[in-house]
T-cell receptor, first 113, second 115 residues
Framework: GQQLNQSPQSMFIQEGEDVSMNCTSS?????WLWYKQEPGEGPVLLIALYKAGELTSNGRLTAQFGITRKDSFLNISASIPSDVGIYFC?????????????FGKGTKLSVKP | DAGVTQSPTHLIKTRGQHVTLRCSPI?????VSWYQQVLGQGPQFIFQYYEKEERGRGNFPDRFSARQFPNYSSELNVNALLLGDSALYLC??????????????FGPGTRLTVT
């Protein structure tokens, strides 16, 4: 199935460092969503983006909707151990009146105390 | 408020058997979507239901089917199970079908193992 290109695949960082990850697509999306998934659990919605160029924050997390509508970025500032998990981007093009999300393969984040 | 709930949590089945997975959406949400997540991958879209009607189908064989009930809960059925069907099956609910300010909220998933 179709998937977005998400990078990096994994990151090993020191507590307190900032983190950046991104997601790209060959298709245009109307909506970008960022999720975090921890082992044995379902994805948890972190940030939703609806307009090209939009910059949205949720605590230490900041995400941007790329102006080309084909990419999105997630930044985490001052990482802490509980940030550990897999971060997924998901794009939605609701032109077909459907709400099926297209996901990236995820970025696995490890934080060393 | 209760989030999306799914049952069972874990399931072990044998090749050739069938399985039924269940999902209850967030109260007030009318749309339910099903996703399959294999290890190391992002979720893959299977179905979306809205107001009891199928409104979207991903690239999955006809062995996969689903339905939505009047209370908006949903079932995912998989027949003639294959080893490759082993995965985490996720249910997501949303207030509406699509459109602006759209969000999906996921349940904890059902871990299906086919032996």
């Amino acid at each position: 199935g179709q998937q977005l290109n998400q990078s990096p695949q994994s990151m090993f960082i020191q507590e307190g460092e900032d983190v950046s990850m991104n997601c790209t697509s060959s298709s245009i999306f109307n909506t970008w969503l960022w999720y975090k998934q921890e082992p044995g659990e379902g994805p948890v919605l972190l940030i939703a983006l609806y307009k090209a160029g939009e910059l949205t924050s949720n605590g230490r997390l900041t995400a941007q909707f790329g102006i080309t509508r084909k990419d999105s970025f997630l930044n985490i500032s001052a990482s802490i151990p509980s940030d550990v998990g897999i971060y997924f981007c998901a794009g939605l093009n609701y032109g077909g009146s459907q709400g099926n999300l297209i996901f990236g393969k995820g970025t696995k984040l490890s934080v060393k105390p | 408020d209760a989030g999306v709930t799914q049952s069972p949590t874990h399931l072990i089945k044998t090749r050739g058997q069938h399985v039924t997975l269940r999902c209850s959406p967030i109260s007030g949400h009318k749309s339910v979507s099903w996703y399959q997540q294999v290890l190391g991958q992002g979720p893959q879209f299977i179905f979306q239901y809205y107001e009891k009607e199928e409104r979207g189908r991903g690239n999955f064989p006809d062995r996969f089917s689903a339905r939505q009930f009047p209370n908006y809960s949903s079932e995912l059925n998989v027949n003639a199970l294959l080893l490759g069907d082993s995965a985490l099956y996720l249910c997501a609910s949303s207030p509406r079908l699509a459109g602006s300010s759209y969000e999906q909220y996921f349940g904890p998933g059902t871990r299906l193992t086919v032996t």
